[in-house]
């Protein structure tokens, strides 16, 4: 069942054409992978699909729905997560507070319930707490709950950020570049996470320049170049496309 569907999906900047009618499926329970050189496009892409810009021309589908435009905390109820390139996190913050902001969107208490401090509202965050506590303890992290969030090891920054992510029930879960500036240890660790992940019933769509986790990891890749397809399929099969290797790693130094 496809779960994702864009369909003829342009983003212009000025005169820049960073997305050009792009279409792909993503299938439900599949783990993706959205690869091409700097400047492909791709967290353009991304946050298309996630709110934050509004294509110019095309439609993307989530679960056969229209999403195109919706504002962010829609796309978020709707049932896409997603991280950042550049981690975005409340650094002050404890580490659980972080996870619990990405279970916002799933909370139904409203002001006058919070200010009163109710019954039901004391009920539903104590729920909250726990199930951001089985967020932590899935990616490791539960030990830290308590810690600032700043002060956690740049792979585990990382690591908290899907936790938030995850917190929020998601049916696709978006990773943007999820192993920069982890070491091979923790790149590791991070593929049993997404395996794990998807056996959780999430379908995963992610970018990454980590070509050797992505082959590892990817069911299905899609190439981008100055913001258009130029490949998609099985991993094996891209990595022999010759416009794939001398687009994304130059035709005398393709090692995947």
């Known amino acids: 069942m496809t779960l994702l569907c864009l369909n003829d999906v342009s983003k212009i900047f000025g005169g820049l054409i960073a997305i050009n009618d792009l279409s792909f499926n993503v299938e439900e329970g599949s783990i993706v992978g959205l690869i091409g050189p700097n400047g492909a496009g791709k967290t353009t892409v991304f946050n298309c699909i996630t709110g934050n810009y509004t294509p110019e021309t095309g439609s993307i589908f989530f679960d056969s729905k229209p999403i195109a435009g919706l504002p962010p905390h829609r796309i978020v109820e709707l049932g896409i997560a997603r991280t950042f390139q550049t981690i975005r996190l409340f650094g002050r913050l404890p580490v659980l507070e972080n996870v619990l902001a990405g279970r916002h969107c799933r909370m139904k208490a409203g002001i006058l319930s919070c200010m009163l401090h109710t019954a039901p509202q004391r009920r539903e965050e104590r729920e909250a707490v726990a199930r951001c506590m089985e967020e932590l303890r899935f990616v490791g992290l539960a030990d830290n709950y308590s810690e600032p969030a700043g002060g956690l090891s740049y792979g585990n920054q990382r690591l908290l950020e899907i936790a938030r992510a995850l917190a929020s029930d998601p049916r696709l879960i978006i990773l943007d570049e999820p192993a920069g500036g982890m070491n091979d240890q923790e790149t590791a660790a991070l593929v049993d996470t997404i395996r794990h992940i998807r056996n959780r019933g999430i379908t995963v769509l992610l970018i990454e320049h980590d070509m050797r986790l992505v082959m590892k990891i990817c069911e299905k890749l899609i190439v ?26 130059g035709a005398d130094d393709a090692q995947w």
């Open 224 to 249: 981008l170049e100055h913001g258009a397809m130029i490949a998609q399929g099985k991993p094996e099969d891209v990595r022999r496309n010759p416009d794939v290797i001398e687009a994304y790693l």
